[in-house]
Antibody
C-alpha cells in the first residue's frame, strides 16, 4: 500500500534551518509529481511547493520562494524540503503528498516550530 | 495572484441534510483542474474529488463535484455525523497550486 512518512521536523530559532524528508513506498515514486503542503496552527491548508517526476522543474509559493528548496532522490524514493531563513510564520505541520491530478496520498505530517 | 474563495465559512446542518459548498476562482481553472479535500482534526487531508467532478476511489457517492470555469460546487447529500470536517478546494492547473480557505461543516 502507498505510504508517505515525513521526518525532520522540530523546534528551531528564527533564521535557522531544517531539512524535512518524506520516505515513499508502495508505488513507483519516480512516476509522480510530489508536493509539500503545510497547515499553521488554527489556519487552513497552504500549498508550499511541488517538484516534477524527474525533478526538472520546481515551483514554490511566494511565501517561501528564495528560502525553501524542494528536491527528490528517485533512486532512494525520497522527497526533501530544505528550509532556510525560517520565520515564526513558518510554524506549521508540514505534509508531503503525491500528485495524481489531485493530491491522492498524504503523509501524517511533521511539526515545525519556529520560536526564539 | 490567483485566489479561490470558498463559501460559506461554516455550515451547520443536521444528519440527512444536503450540504452545498461553493468555490469561486479569480481566474478560469484550465481543464477543470480543481480538487476537493476533507480534513479532520489530527488526520491527513483526504482527496474527495478531482478534475472538478471525478470521485476519488473509495469515496461514497454521497459526495459529488460540479462546475467549470470559475465556479465549482461540492455537494454532500444525506449528511452523516462523520462528515463533520473542514472542506477545501484546490486548483492544480498552473505553477501555483492554491487552496481555498476552507468551509467548516458542523453536524
Amino acid at each position: 500500500q502507498v505510504q508517505l512518512v515525513e521526518s525532520g521536523g522540530g523546534s528551531v530559532k528564527p533564521g535557522g534551518s531544517l531539512r524535512l524528508s518524506c520516505a515513499a513506498s508502495g508505488f513507483i515514486f519516480r512516476n509522480y509529481y510530489m508536493n509539500w503542503i503545510r497547515q499553521a496552527p488554527g489556519k487552513g491548508l497552504e500549498w508550499v511547493s511541488y517538484i516534477t517526476s524527474n525533478g526538472d522543474a520546481v515551483f514554490y509559493a511566494d511565501s517561501v520562494k528564495g528560502r525553501f528548496t524542494i528536491s527528490r532522490d528517485n533512486a532512494g524514493n525520497s522527497l526533501y524540503l530544505q528550509m532556510n531563513g525560517l520565520r515564526a510564520d513558518d510554524t506549521a505541520v508540514y505534509y508531503c503528498a503525491r500528485a495524481n491530478y489531485g493530491l491522492d496520498y498524504w503523509g501524517q505530517g511533521t511539526l515545525v516550530a519556529v520560536s526564539s | 495572484e490567483i485566489v479561490l474563495t470558498q463559501s460559506p465559512d461554516t455550515l451547520s446542518l443536521s444528519p440527512g441534510d444536503r450540504a452545498t459548498l461553493s468555490c469561486r476562482a479569480s481566474q478560469s481553472v484550465r481543464s477543470n483542474y480543481l480538487a476537493w479535500y476533507q480534513h479532520k482534526l489530527g488526520q491527513a487531508p483526504r482527496l474527495l474529488i478531482d478534475n472538478a467532478s471525478r470521485r476519488a476511489p473509495g469515496i461514497p457517492d454521497r459526495f459529488s463535484g460540479s462546475g467549470s470555469g470559475t465556479d465549482f460546487t461540492l455537494t454532500i447529500s444525506r449528511l452523516e455525523p462523520e462528515d463533520s470536517a473542514v472542506y477545501y478546494c484546490q486548483r492544480y492547473d498552473t505553477s501555483l497550486w492554491t487552496f481555498g480557505r476552507g468551509t467548516k461543516v458542523e453536524i
